[in-house]
């Protein structure tokens, strides 16, 4: 069984016992997450689509960590100007690990 799951504006196909790393959730390690925005759920060949959300589904996931990505530099220059500017950016992310995809 798997879904599509909108998970903070972004949408991520996900299946039982996956793990997933998703924008920044302010949980704890460890703690129990439900997503509650399932676009699809799809068992072989009984596929379920939403309008926009399919109607009790939901997904429940477990928080595995919280850490940041690598290094995104963002590098600004003009040409014979002397203008040059280096900026750096780190994006905070959650990886949860999917329990149960359930329908009711």
Same mark, same amino acid.
């Given at each position: 069984?798997?879904?599509?799951?909108?998970i903070a504006g972004k949408q /991520?196909?996900?299946? +039982?016992?996956?793990?997933?790393?998703?924008?920044?959730?302010?949980?704890?390690?460890?703690?129990?997450?439900?997503?509650?925005?399932?676009?699809?759920?799809?068992?072989?060949?009984?596929?379920?689509?939403?309008?926009?959300?399919?109607?009790?589904?939901?997904?429940?996931?477990?928080?595995? +960590?919280?850490?940041?990505?690598?290094?995104?530099?963002? /590098?600004?220059?003009?040409?014979?100007?002397?203008?040059?500017?280096?900026?750096?950016?780190?994006?905070? /992310?959650?990886?949860?690990?999917?329990?149960?995809?359930?329908?009711?």
């Amino acid at each position: 069984m798997f879904a599509i799951v909108e998970i903070a504006g972004k949408q /991520f196909r996900v299946e +039982n016992e996956m793990t997933v790393k998703v924008p920044f959730l302010n949980k704890e390690v460890g703690d129990a997450v439900e997503f509650d925005r399932i676009l699809l759920v799809g068992d072989g060949e009984d596929v379920k689509i939403g309008r926009p959300t399919v109607d009790g589904a939901k997904v429940n996931a477990k928080v595995v +960590n919280n850490g940041r990505d690598g290094k995104v530099v963002v /590098f600004k220059k003009k040409r014979r100007k002397g203008y040059r500017l280096t900026r750096g950016h780190r994006q905070d /992310f959650t990886r949860v690990q999917i329990e149960a995809i359930a329908l009711s």
